[in-house]
């Protein structure tokens, strides 16, 4: 009834180079950013904020900051610019951080409140949450 299919889930053009560890956390997506000087930086949605890290060298990649989120599994990270834009389940609304201090570690950031986003999807310029209703499972 089944057919098995050697090879399908076999790397394509892919080395792995290094890993890095988020103790007592999970992590539920990665997206990317480019500074403007070329650096690049890995958004990581873990449980407990985003974790943001260097992996200009992916060899060596650098923890530069976990910026506190709320307390929720899933999250969903956009960038547009120089922001980005962190949504997630649970009536946590979305977190937006300007991401041009970096490297620094400090970065202005702030959440907004509202029902509860599961995804945000950019449209030209503007970016949307998708929110969650109640009744459909």
């Known amino acids: ?45 873990a449980s407990k904020g985003l974790i943001i890290v260097d992996v200009t060298n992916p060899d060596s990649p650098v923890q530069i900051v976990q910026i506190p989120g709320p307390n929720n599994e899933w999250k969903e990270i956009k960038t547009y610019a120089h922001y980005a834009y962190v949504v997630s389940e649970g009536g946590s609304g979305v977190q937006i951080i300007d991401l041009s201090p970096l490297p620094s570690a400090n970065l202005p950031n702030k959440l907004y409140k509202g029902d509860g986003a599961i995804a945000t999807q950019q449209l030209g310029e503007y970016p949307y949450r998708l929110l969650r209703q109640s009744g459909w499972g």
Do not use: C, D, H
């Open 1 to 45: 009834m089944f057919e098995t299919i050697n090879g399908a889930a076999q790397n394509q053009n892919i080395t792995f180079r290094s890993k890095l560890s988020f103790p007592g956390q999970t992590v539920a997506n990665l997206s990317g950013w480019v500074s403007p000087t070329g650096k690049e930086y890995a958004l990581v949605g």
